[in-house]
């Protein structure tokens, strides 16, 4: 079965300073890969998505993330970080080779920006 | 264009009671999911639907059920609630169903079990 690992619950960052979200996946098929934001009582929000194409996926507001398929790993990055992106960030990974396009997430990781 | 819009907002119900909650896809999208996000944990995946036919189905109870309507609008049910059903319940809308494509969430229906 298909799986994320996010390491780390709770990443506290100084505005200005570099963002590293880890996530960590298990797919015994090639996998598509997502990082998802969260808001406060809002929905989700594709930041960006991995689907064999290039490695180094750049996303939305700054992000990006590279696939990197030795370590199994698909870490989310942002070079300086904004007040406003405080937020929950939740990894996913969807299985290719099923018929649905049922997303597995993890239990996500709260960043706070520290002023 | 309206997002997907879900509805109620905020839902309390009491233990065994029935909850229907209601999600509008984008227009043009044929693919509708569900799925349940309990407090600080991530959304589980619960239905797919496309075309009005289940393309998937988590692992949760009989007690869930789904449909699809001809104008891609989806209703999920829940029966004899339990304490354990409290969650956030996201709706999410892409164009195909298909492996890849952007899923868009909706702001999602919060409800309360008591």
């Known amino acids: 079965a298909q799986s994320v690992t996010q390491l780390g619950s709770h990443v506290s960052v100084s505005e200005g300073a570099l963002v590293l979200l880890r996530c960590n996946y298990s797919s015994s098929v090639p996998p598509y890969l997502f990082w998802y934001v969260q808001y406060p009582n809002q929905g989700l929000q594709l930041l960006l998505k991995?689907?064999?194409?290039?490695?180094l996926v750049k996303g939305i507001n700054g992000f990006e993330a590279e696939f990197k398929k030795s370590e199994t790993s698909f870490h989310l990055t942002k070079p300086s970080a904004h007040m406003s992106d405080a937020a929950e960030y939740f990894c996913?990974?969807?299985?290719?080779?099923?018929?649905?396009?049922?997303?597995?997430f993890g239990t996500g990781t709260r960043l706070t920006i520290i002023p | 264009d309206a997002g997907v819009t879900q509805s109620p907002t905020h839902l309390i119900k009491t233990r065994g009671q029935h909850v229907t909650l209601r999600c509008s896809p984008i227009?043009?999208?044929?693919?509708v999911s569900w799925y349940q996000q309990v407090l600080g944990q991530g959304p589980q995946f619960i239905f797919q639907y496309y075309e009005k036919e289940e393309r998937g189905r988590g692992n949760f109870p009989d007690r869930f059920s789904a449909r699809q309507f001809p104008n891609y609008s989806s209703e999920l049910n829940v029966n004899a609630l339990l304490l354990g059903d409290s969650a956030l319940y996201l709706c999410?809308?892409?164009?195909?169903?298909?492996?890849?494509?952007?899923?868009?969430f909706g702001p999602g229906t919060r409800l309360t079990v008591t």
């Open positions: 999410a809308s892409s164009l195909t169903g298909t492996v890849g494509w952007e899923q868009y």
């Open positions: 991995y689907t064999s194409a290039a490695t």
């Open positions: 227009s043009g999208h044929k693919s």
């Open positions: 996913a990974v969807s299985d290719s080779d099923f018929g649905n396009e049922k997303l597995t």
